[in-house]
């Protein structure tokens, strides 16, 4: 046992946390090998890779990975590191590709990883062989899908996906049983942004509802002050009232809304926004339209239960995958490098 690991137990205490737990490196090394080296993390979502040869570039913790459906429909996660000079194979975000190639010396790669070509073979040492299972685009090596979401672990054995999420299951449930075909996509750009803080930060964050009255004054006061006449169609009216209920008291963040948590760091907040309070939507005919196509597929019962399901971020650690019942699939869209991801 390192000093490091002896010293562990000492920095954390009933309410406290030692600040050596944000900012000491050594630390953050046995983070990424124990928690992001041997957690389930999510990578993407099967939309995003629909027909072969689709792929999307992210990461888990500090690695480039790819998620592509190959030539007979499987979906897989490779690492996105050509087993030549450890280039980047696939530079571009996601696209539709019918192999890899490196940019560098031309080595080629099959969708699920193998080699394929490799341009001067003669010129390598006596003994090369591409064919060689370890000269590849190396797998992942576990991959499965909750409901079309993709996560992968570079741990070869351990807990199931479903025994991992636990719980949280339930807010991909949600999320997927609102749809009325049981089927949803992501859509729509990426928003990224990244910030100089440890990565556990992120998630205390998505699990603080101390910190809106005041880190949200701004829009709060905005939100206020304006007038409800301004959208009397009901296009910004959400937005007016989540930034006026950020103004809320603590007693009602703490009675009506209330944070649940979970083994392995996951979890989800309460949610405010009933539909007594989304006035425009109930109004909207779109909307109107949506409750008669669930009922239809599910009957009014099932319906009813479905949409009286009431959470808000719903936190999967330790790889960002926030769940939320109205944004696409539920994160805030990018896959963020190690130093700002949620926590474990």
């Known amino acids: 046992m390192s000093n490091i690991e002896a010293d562990l137990a000492s920095l954390i205490a009933p309410g406290r946390v030692h600040r050596r737990i944000y900012t000491d490196p050594a630390i953050f090394e046995l983070e990424m090998q124990r928690i992001f080296g041997a957690a389930w993390l999510y990578v993407g979502h099967e939309s995003q890779i629909k027909n072969p040869g689709d792929y999307f570039a992210t990461r888990m913790g500090r690695k480039p990975v790819v998620l592509v459906r190959d030539a007979e429909g499987t979906v897989r996660v490779i690492h996105n590191q050509c087993a030549h000079r450890g280039a980047l194979v696939v530079a571009t975000n996601n696209g539709n590709a019918g192999e890899f190639i490196c940019c560098y010396h031309g080595w080629t790669y099959h969708l699920d990883g193998r080699i394929k070509a490799v341009p001067l073979n003669h010129g390598y040492p006596q003994g090369f062989d591409a064919t060689d299972p370890k ?21 070869t054995d351990g807990p199931s996906l479903e025994e991992f999420l636990g719980h949280m299951t339930t807010s991909f449930d949600d999320m997927i049983d609102r749809a009325p075909d049981g089927e949803i996509e992501v859509a729509g750009g990426t928003f990224k942004h990244a910030y100089e803080a440890n990565w556990k930060l992120y ?35 959400i937005a007016i009232r989540q930034m006026r209920q950020n103004g809320a008291p603590y007693s009602f963040w703490e009675s009506q809304v209330g944070i649940w948590t979970y083994p392995n760091g996951h979890s989800y907040l309460g949610d405010y926004h009933d539909d007594a309070k989304l006035v425009a939507a109930l109004k909207d005919p779109v909307f109107r339209d949506y409750i008669a196509a669930m009922e239809v597929k599910k009957g009014k019962a099932e319906t009813r239960r479905v949409l009286e399901v009431r959470r808000w971020n719903s936190n999967v650690s330790p790889a960002t995958a926030s769940v939320t019942r109205w944004s696409r699939w539920g994160c805030s869209g990018s896959r963020p490098c190690s130093d700002s991801s949620p926590r474990s």
């Open 135 to 155: 000269m590849a685009m190396l797998p992942v090596p576990r991959v499965k899908s909750y409901r079309g979401f993709v996560f992968a672990s570079e741990a």
């Open 203 to 237: 998630l205390e964050n998505l699990c603080d509802a101390a910190h809106p009255l005041f880190t949200h004054r701004s829009s709060i006061d905005a939100a206020q002050q304006q007038s409800d006449a301004v959208y009397s169609d009901g296009s910004g009216e």
